[in-house]
């Protein structure tokens, strides 16, 4: 069981917005704004797509968005492309002696 | 631009340990900004977080592995090295390496992976 939970699974359409929650504790999301999300296609290594809760890394689409209210952090695709079909994980520091716990990922798939 | 290569066994029997070791180019190791970390995923499954290690060798492990894993670091290769002892089964998966910046706990920069199976 992971330590963050994510959807299993989400879908939209091309051009559509969607969004994936991790929902954390006050000892990891509610605390900490160091949640970082990753994208990662079939038979590849993740890639970093969000950082510090809602800042994206130079090169990553501004597509991407992200948020945090309380202990749940989201991830939202808007405009959706067929590459974006992926799965998606996001992570937290949680201080104390855990300091990283991943969510479960969430598959997404561009119908 | 930093870029990470993992390299070791592809199997390993069960009870034996794993031995992986992440080689890092395009910059040093000793930077203090970053930690240097083992994620691993078996099939089909989600990110696991094994640990961590600053350069001068502090480490940071996941207290459901801390007693079966090692890290270390050997800045005049530029590397970084996981140990997993008395593997099982459970043990097989895709290993990767990845940069973690000290200050904001993301991993920037990951290796392509290498698969460890456990089997006899």
């Known amino acids: 069981q992971s330590a963050l939970t994510q959807p299993a699974s989400v879908s939209g359409s091309p051009g559509q917005s969607i969004t994936i929650s991790c929902t954390g504790t006050?000892?990891?999301?509610?605390?900490?704004?160091?949640v970082s999300w990753y994208q990662q296609h079939p038979g590849k290594a993740p890639k970093f797509i969000i950082y510090?809760?809602?800042k994206r890394p130079s090169g990553v689409s501004n597509r991407f968005s992200g948020s945090k209210s309380g202990n749940t952090a989201s991830l939202t695709i808007s405009g959706l492309q067929a590459d974006d079909e992926a799965d998606y994980y996001c992570?937290?520091?949680?201080?104390?002696?855990?300091?990283?716990?991943f969510g479960g990922g969430t598959k997404l798939t561009v119908l | 631009q930093a870029q990470l290569q993992e390299s070791g066994p592809g199997l390993v029997k069960p009870s034996q340990t794993l031995s992986l070791t992440c080689t890092v180019s395009?910059?040093?190791?000793?930077?203090?900004?970053?930690?240097w970390s083992w994620i691993r995923q078996p099939p089909g499954k989600g990110l696991e977080w094994i640990g961590y290690?600053?350069?001068?060798?502090?480490?940071y492990y996941n207290p459901s592995l801390k007693t079966r894993v090692t890290v270390s670091v050997d800045t005049s290769k530029n590397q970084f090295s996981l140990k997993v002892y008395t593997v099982t089964a459970a043990d097989t998966a895709v290993y990767y390496c990845?940069?973690?910046?000290?200050?904001?706990?993301?991993?920037?920069?990951w290796g392509k992976g290498t698969t460890v199976t456990v089997s006899s």
């Open positions: 990845t940069r973690v910046s000290q200050y904001y706990y993301y991993m920037d920069v």
């Open positions: 395009g910059g040093s190791i000793s930077s203090g900004d970053y930690f």
């Open positions: 290690i600053y350069y001068s060798g502090t480490t």
């Open positions: 006050s000892s990891d999301v509610g605390t900490y704004n160091v």
């Open positions: 510090e809760v809602d």
């Open positions: 992570c937290s520091y949680a201080g104390g002696s855990t300091y990283v716990v």
